[in-house]
């Protein structure tokens, strides 16, 4: 069993898989490569994260910060 405290990867909020959610395909559709397929399930489970309001301000100024410039 692998220490969890020392080995913590960054899952995302939003689509539960590791990575930072400033690099959620899901979040950020312009971020994804060509070959990038999404999944229905996983497609849905982001809909509903971003339902709470604290995580849409996230992914809001994220957003923000990529857009300008
Ligand atoms: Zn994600």
Same mark, same amino acid.
Request: charge should be positive.
């Given at each position: 069993m692998p220490d969890v405290a020392t080995t913590t990867k960054p899952r995302c $909020?939003?689509?539960?898989?590791?990575?930072r959610l400033a690099r959620c395909f899901y979040v950020? $559709? &312009?971020?994804? $490569? &060509?070959?990038f397929k999404e999944r229905e399930h996983i497609r849905a489970k982001v809909k509903e994260a971003l339902l709470d309001p604290k995580l849409l301000k996230e992914v809001e100024s994220l957003r923000r910060r990529r857009g300008s410039n």
């Amino acid at each position: 069993m692998p220490d969890v405290a020392t080995t913590t990867k960054p899952r995302c $909020p939003c689509c539960g898989q590791i990575h930072r959610l400033a690099r959620c395909f899901y979040v950020f $559709p &312009e971020l994804a $490569p &060509e070959d990038f397929k999404e999944r229905e399930h996983i497609r849905a489970k982001v809909k509903e994260a971003l339902l709470d309001p604290k995580l849409l301000k996230e992914v809001e100024s994220l957003r923000r910060r990529r857009g300008s410039n």
